[in-house]
C-alpha cells in the first residue's frame, strides 16, 4: 500500500509504477514514475541521494536507464516501492510529486528501431477474406513464422500527438488524402540491453533483453495501403505515424496473475519458436469518439512477444537500446473484439454507429483512444485527433 493520495487501488498502485517523462512549468524535462495521478520526479530523487541509479535518472529521458539492465532495474524499483510505501519517506519525498494536471508528457525514449508483426490469426483471416475474397485467408508461410516488418522510428509519437491524415497514390494516377484511414490497437515492447549482431537472442532471455510494455495505435491508410502493399508490404500506408503510450510498463509489474496461457500452435513450430507458450491476460478497449466499440484480447494472439524477439534476432539482428517491437493489430474472434476499423465495419461494407452517425473510416476531428487493463494495472492510454492532409 503507498500514502500517496488517492493512488490505492487506481490502476497506478504502488505495484506498477511505469516510467515516463513529464514536462513542468519549467520547460525542462526529467524522468519520472507515475503513481495515481502523480509524476515522482526521479531525477530530483537522484539528485538528493534518493536513488542510486549512476545519473541516469538525471538525463531528459529514459535511454541510459534502459541500457543499465534487469539488475538495476529491479533495485531501482525495489527502491521506489520502499520510498512511495513507507509513510517514513513522506517528508523527502512529497515534494518532489508533480500533479499530473500540471505537467505535459513527451515520448519517453529515444526509439531505436521499430518492427511491427503480425501475430493476431484472428486480424489475420479477417484482412485475408477483405483484400483477398475467395482466397486462402491465411498466406502458407503465416503459421511457421512471426510474419513483420520494419517502420519509420522516427515517426514514433507519444499519445496526444495530432495525426495528420496522409496523401499518397491511392490507385493508378489517383493522388491525394487517405480516405480509409485507420487504427490498429497493438500492443508494443521496448528493448533496454542490445545484443551483439551476429548472435541470436532465444526467447529465454526475452526478460533479460525487453524493459517494458506500451500500448500502441499503428495508424493506417488503408488505400495507400491496398494500392502499395503487393509485392513488398507495408510502407507509406502506415509510415506516417505510429502512436505510443506516455507511460511504459516495466515487466516487473505484472505479477503471475497477469500471465495465461496462448493458443496451441498447430503445426508445430521450429525449435527456436517453441516457447513457453505465456501471453500477457490484457483487455483493450477501443473508443472511438468516446464510444467504446472494440474490445480486443491480447491472450488471444497466436505469436508471442518471446517468439517475436526470437525471430527478429534469429538471423543475427542485433537488438538496440530503445527498439520498439509491436505485437500487430489484436483481434479475438468475435466482430466486437477486433482492433481495426476494417476489420470492425468489413471493409467499410457494415458501418457502425458512433455518436448516432454512421461511420466506417475516421474523419477529420476524430478521436481514437487505446486503454488496456490487466488484473489491478492499467496501462498507459494511446490517444491521438486527426488532423486534416497538408498536400
Same mark, same amino acid.
Given at each position: 500500500m503507498?500514502?500517496?493520495?488517492?493512488?490505492?487501488?487506481?490502476?497506478? +498502485?504502488?505495484?506498477?509504477?511505469?516510467?515516463?517523462?513529464v514536462?513542468?512549468?519549467?520547460?525542462?524535462?526529467r524522468?519520472?514514475?507515475?503513481?495515481?495521478?502523480?509524476?515522482?520526479?526521479?531525477g530530483?530523487?537522484?539528485?538528493?541521494?534518493?536513488?542510486?541509479?549512476g545519473?541516469?535518472?538525471?538525463?531528459?529521458?529514459?535511454?541510459?536507464?534502459?541500457?543499465l539492465g534487469?539488475?538495476?532495474?529491479?533495485?531501482?524499483?525495489?527502491?521506489?516501492?520502499?520510498?512511495?510505501?513507507?509513510?517514513?519517506?513522506?517528508?523527502?519525498?512529497?515534494?518532489l510529486?508533480?500533479?499530473l494536471?500540471?505537467?505535459?508528457?513527451?515520448?519517453?525514449w529515444?526509439?531505436?528501431?521499430?518492427?511491427?508483426?503480425?501475430?493476431?490469426?484472428?486480424?489475420?483471416?479477417?484482412v485475408?477474406?477483405i483484400?483477398r475474397?475467395?482466397?486462402?485467408?491465411?498466406?502458407?508461410?503465416?503459421?511457421?513464422?512471426?510474419?513483420?516488418?520494419?517502420?519509420?522510428?522516427?515517426?514514433?509519437?507519444?499519445?496526444?500527438?495530432?495525426?495528420?491524415?496522409?496523401s499518397?497514390?491511392?490507385?493508378a494516377?489517383?493522388?491525394g488524402?487517405?480516405?480509409?484511414?485507420?487504427?490498429?490497437?497493438?500492443?508494443g515492447?521496448?528493448?533496454? &540491453?542490445?545484443?551483439?549482431?551476429?548472435e541470436?537472442v532465444?526467447?529465454?532471455r526475452?526478460?533479460d533483453?525487453?524493459?517494458?510494455?506500451?500500448l500502441?495505435?499503428?495508424?493506417s491508410a488503408?488505400?495507400?495501403?491496398?494500392w502499395?502493399?503487393?509485392?513488398?508490404?507495408?510502407?507509406?500506408?502506415?509510415?506516417?505515424?505510429?502512436s505510443?503510450?506516455?507511460?511504459?510498463?516495466?515487466?516487473?509489474?505484472?505479477g503471475?496473475?497477469?500471465w495465461?496461457?496462448?493458443?496451441v500452435?498447430?503445426?508445430p513450430v521450429?525449435?527456436?519458436?517453441?516457447d513457453?507458450?505465456?501471453?500477457?491476460?490484457l483487455?483493450?478497449?477501443?473508443?472511438?469518439?468516446?464510444?467504446?466499440?472494440?474490445?480486443?484480447?491480447?491472450?488471444?494472439?497466436?505469436?508471442?512477444?518471446?517468439?517475436?524477439l526470437?525471430?527478429?534476432?534469429?538471423?543475427?539482428?542485433?537488438?538496440?537500446?530503445?527498439?520498439?517491437?509491436?505485437s500487430?493489430?489484436?483481434s479475438?474472434?468475435?466482430?466486437?473484439?477486433?482492433?481495426?476499423?476494417?476489420e470492425?465495419?468489413?471493409g467499410?461494407?457494415?458501418?457502425?454507429m458512433?455518436?448516432?452517425?454512421?461511420?466506417?473510416?475516421?474523419?477529420d476531428?476524430d478521436? &481514437?483512444?487505446?486503454r488496456?487493463? &490487466?488484473? +489491478?494495472?492499467?496501462?498507459?492510454?494511446?490517444a491521438?485527433?486527426?488532423?486534416?492532409?497538408?498536400?
Amino acid at each position: 500500500m503507498t500514502w500517496v493520495p488517492g493512488a490505492t487501488g487506481s490502476g497506478y +498502485d504502488l505495484n506498477h509504477l511505469p516510467y515516463g517523462v513529464v514536462v513542468p512549468s519549467d520547460g525542462q524535462a526529467r524522468c519520472a514514475v507515475r503513481i495515481g495521478d502523480f509524476a515522482f520526479d526521479l531525477g530530483a530523487a537522484e539528485a538528493a541521494g534518493l536513488i542510486l541509479a549512476g545519473d541516469s535518472l538525471r538525463a531528459p529521458n529514459l535511454d541510459a536507464f534502459l541500457a543499465l539492465g534487469p539488475a538495476h532495474w529491479s533495485a531501482v524499483r525495489a527502491r521506489l516501492t520502499e520510498l512511495l510505501g513507507d509513510p517514513a519517506h513522506r517528508a523527502e519525498v512529497e515534494p518532489l510529486l508533480l500533479p499530473l494536471a500540471a505537467v505535459t508528457n513527451v515520448l519517453a525514449w529515444t526509439v531505436a528501431d521499430y518492427v511491427d508483426f503480425y501475430s493476431s490469426e484472428n486480424h489475420a483471416s479477417n484482412v485475408g477474406q477483405i483484400f483477398r475474397p475467395g482466397q486462402a485467408a491465411l498466406l502458407p508461410n503465416w503459421k511457421h513464422l512471426p510474419i513483420g516488418y520494419h517502420g519509420r522510428a522516427g515517426t514514433v509519437v507519444v499519445s496526444g500527438t495530432p495525426v495528420v491524415r496522409p496523401s499518397g497514390q491511392r490507385a493508378a494516377g489517383d493522388f491525394g488524402p487517405c480516405r480509409r484511414l485507420d487504427i490498429e490497437a497493438e500492443v508494443g515492447f521496448v528493448v533496454g &540491453v542490445g545484443s551483439t549482431l551476429g548472435e541470436p537472442v532465444p526467447w529465454q532471455r526475452f526478460a533479460d533483453h525487453v524493459f517494458g510494455v506500451v500500448l500502441v495505435n499503428d495508424w493506417s491508410a488503408r488505400d495507400i495501403q491496398a494500392w502499395e502493399y503487393q509485392p513488398l508490404g507495408p510502407f507509406l500506408g502506415k509510415s506516417f505515424a505510429t502512436s505510443v503510450s506516455a507511460w511504459i510498463t516495466p515487466l516487473a509489474a505484472f505479477g503471475e496473475q497477469a500471465w495465461t496461457a496462448a493458443p496451441v500452435q498447430d503445426p508445430p513450430v521450429l525449435p527456436y519458436l517453441d516457447d513457453d507458450r505465456r501471453a500477457l491476460d490484457l483487455a483493450i478497449t477501443v473508443e472511438w469518439n468516446e464510444t467504446t466499440v472494440a474490445n480486443p484480447p491480447f491472450r488471444t494472439m497466436y505469436w508471442t512477444p518471446a517468439q517475436q524477439l526470437a525471430h527478429l534476432t534469429v538471423n543475427g539482428a542485433s537488438l538496440r537500446t530503445g527498439d520498439l517491437f509491436a505485437s500487430g493489430t489484436v483481434s479475438g474472434p468475435e466482430r466486437a473484439q477486433v482492433g481495426s476499423f476494417l476489420e470492425l465495419t468489413w471493409g467499410g461494407k457494415e458501418p457502425v454507429m458512433v455518436k448516432g452517425e454512421e461511420r466506417a473510416f475516421l474523419a477529420d476531428g476524430d478521436t &481514437v483512444v487505446l486503454r488496456a487493463r &490487466v488484473a +489491478d494495472i492499467e496501462l498507459g492510454a494511446v490517444a491521438g485527433t486527426v488532423f486534416p492532409a497538408q498536400v
